[in-house]
C-alpha cells in the first residue's frame, strides 16, 4: 500500500484577497506540521481538486465560504459528501447568514458553521483544534508503527 502524504487544508473563496488572507493564518497555524495547503476559487475547482487529491492525502479539512458564484459552500459540501461518503474529510463553512439558519447536520452538511466575520483568534482555534484531534488519533498508530 502506497504511503500517502501528509493531511490536506483545503480552502475554498472566491475573494482572492480573503483567501489570500486565510492562506496566510493558516500557515502561520500548521508552521512546523505536515500540512498541505491548497486553495479553490470556487465549489467546482474545490470538487476537482478534492477527487484529484483526496487519494494521496489520509486526511482533508475543507474550509469553504458560504456565497460564491455559481455553487454555494453548502451545495458544495453536499456534493462533496455525496461523492466520497467514506472519506476522512471534514467540512468547515462560513458565512454572512446566521449559522442556524444554514446548520445542516451531517452526513449531509457542514461539520462547523462559522458566522462571518470570525475573528482571527477564533479561527485559528477552530482549525488548530481539527489540528490537534488529527494529531492525537495519529499519534497511538504511528507508536505501533
Known amino acids: 500500500m ?3 502524504e501528509p493531511s490536506l487544508i483545503l480552502l475554498v473563496d472566491d475573494d482572492l484577497v480573503h483567501r489570500s ?5 493558516l500557515e502561520e497555524v500548521v508552521a512546523e506540521r ?3 495547503l491548497a486553495d479553490a476559487e470556487d465549489g467546482g475547482e474545490a470538487l ?8 494521496r492525502h489520509g486526511r482533508i479539512l475543507m474550509l469553504t465560504d458560504q456565497s460564491m458564484p455559481g455553487r454555494t459552500g453548502l ?3 453536499r456534493e462533496a459528501r455525496r461523492r466520497h461518503p467514506t472519506a476522512e474529510v471534514h467540512y468547515v463553512l462560513w458565512s454572512s447568514v446566521r449559522p442556524e439558519r444554514l446548520r445542516c ?6 461539520d462547523e458553521v462559522a458566522e ?4 482571527l483568534e477564533a479561527f485559528m482555534h477552530l482549525v488548530a483544534g481539527f489540528v490537534e484531534r488529527w494529531e492525537t488519533v495519529q499519534t497511538p498508530q504511528a507508536a505501533h508503527g
Open 75 to 77: 451545495e458544495t459540501i
Open 21 to 25: 488572507l486565510i492562506r496566510s493564518i
Open 2 to 4: 502506497a504511503q500517502r
Open 105 to 110: 447536520d451531517p452526513p449531509e452538511g457542514p
Open 34 to 36: 505536515p500540512y498541505v
Open 48 to 55: 476537482d481538486l478534492l477527487d484529484r487529491l483526496l487519494p
Open 116 to 119: 462571518k466575520p470570525i475573528g
